[in-house]
């Protein structure tokens, strides 16, 4: 069965701190996904990453990066973590299809509140 | 701004009802999908139409898709409890931009 592990499900940081939320697949995917979803906003791309050590900007990716070394794993920091960013991140991942998305695979979720 | 906006925002129905959500876009398309979402978990894909297609079926799951007035909808037959979750719309235009709606919130109750 296809699977995307967020490592954290919950977690609470204070204003300032360095913040990593970690995601795996196990499904061989190229591609692997960032977002952040907030009431009345829906999901919206922080980063996504088409290959291994390639990362592309989504459309709100200030305040943070990224880190794809494996193929199976992308990293989402909050360098500097600010109250603003307190939010469900979802990371997710798909199979390779000519520039296109395609079938999205969604791990359970990473609630961060930051105080 | 959104791509997609879906409507209803929340929707109640009884059990054995039909649920429909519809959900409209802006620009032109290289598919839509819809994904579900239970309370406090990930997202998990339905289906996804092309913009080639113009209905899709896969249980009791029914999508409509209509290009020239940039809507979708989303039907499920003989809703059941568990089927109580947040519905959310996505379209993708190319480019691994696939931009989500602010979803329905459906709520069956017993």
């Known amino acids: 069965d296809v699977k995307v592990t967020q490592s954290s499900r919950y977690l609470v940081k204070r204003t300032g701190e360095k913040v990593f939320l970690e995601c795996v697949q196990d499904m061989d995917h190229e591609n692997m996904f960032w977002y952040r979803q907030d009431p009345g906003l829906g999901l919206r791309l922080i980063y996504f990453?088409?290959?291994?050590?390639?990362?592309e900007k989504g459309d709100i990716p200030e305040g943070y990066s990224v880190s794809r070394e494996k193929k199976e794993r992308f990293s989402l920091i909050l360098e500097s973590a600010s109250t603003n960013q307190t939010s469900m991140y979802l990371c997710a991942s798909s199979i390779a299809g000519q520039g296109n998305t395609g079938e999205l695979f969604f791990g359970e979720g990473s609630r961060l509140t930051v105080l | 701004s959104q791509q997609g906006e879906e409507d209803p925002q929340a929707l109640s129905i009884q059990e054995g009802e039909n649920a429909t959500m519809n959900c409209s876009y802006k620009t032109s398309i290289n598919n839509l999908q819809w994904y579900r979402q239970n309370s406090g978990r990930g997202l998990v894909h339905l289906i996804l139409?092309?913009?080639?297609?113009r209905e899709k079926h896969s249980g009791r799951l029914r999508v409509t898709l209509d290009t020239s007035k940039k809507s979708s909808s989303l039907l499920i037959t003989a809703s059941r409890a568990a089927d109580t979750a947040s519905y959310f719309c996505?379209?993708?235009?190319?480019?691994?931009?696939?931009?989500f709606g602010a979803g329905t919130r459906l709520f069956v109750k017993a």
């Open positions: 990453s088409y290959d291994v050590k390639m990362k």
């Open positions: 996505a379209t993708e235009t190319g480019g691994f931009k696939t931009i």
């Open positions: 139409i092309r913009s080639n297609e």
